[in-house]
């Protein structure tokens, strides 16, 4: 049996891992490592209502990647927000029409984003209604991301102020019961 000689790494740290600007950086929690270039690239996600102490988030889950170590701090950036799918199905209701969409852009400085709104109707509709609002949501977001930064769009979206903007321009085409973002995710360069 071969032994395999053990090689010494030293002591674990503990490191402090941070939300981003968004969120004050609020702690998210603390994680052990022999090194802090080991963390670096991590995902960390957790429930939307434990940053912002807003009960009604509680069924989005926001994602932050590791991005950088100063002094046993942990300094990460915003990457995903996604609605639970438990939360969706309780939503939909018969009468009613699902629209799902998917986009990508870039905002004005430049970050890729990929962005799933979710429509869903206050009655059954036709096909050729869901592609006009179709149509003039992807409008919405190619105006909305020539004119937003990243750091903006973030933020409005956790305040919700990109869904009442989507359902002020999109409830003149026909009745909507629910407009939201179910996924955000930047893309990774």
């Known amino acids: 049996m071969a032994v395999q000689a053990l090689s010494k790494k030293g002591r674990k740290k503990w490191y402090t891992i941070t939300a981003s600007s968004h969120f004050n950086e609020r702690p998210l929690g603390e ?12 995902v960390i996600s957790t429930n939307l209502s434990n940053l912002t102490g807003n009960l009604k988030a509680q ?18 950036e915003f990457i995903g927000y996604e609605m639970s799918p438990s939360y969706l199905k309780r939503v939909v209701r018969t009468g009613r029409d699902r629209v799902d969409l998917s986009f990508s852009g870039k905002t004005k400085d ?3 984003v990929i962005v799933k709104p979710f429509l869903l109707t206050k009655f059954n509709t036709h096909r050729s209604v869901k592609t006009v609002l179709k149509e003039k949501c992807r409008a919405f977001f190619e105006k909305y991301f020539s004119e937003t930064e990243y750091h903006t769009f973030v933020s409005q979206l956790i305040s919700n102020k990109i869904n009442q903007d989507m359902r002020e321009a999109l409830s003149k085409l026909y009745p909507l019961g629910n407009v939201e973002i179910r996924a955000m995710k930047r893309a990774i360069k």
Do not use: A, C, M
């Open 31 to 42: 994680t052990l490592s022999y090194e802090p270039e080991q963390l670096t690239g991590r």
């Open 59 to 76: 069924n989005i889950k926001v994602s932050f990647r590791i991005k950088e170590i100063q002094d046993n701090h942990v300094v990460t």
């Open 110 to 112: 430049g970050v890729k």
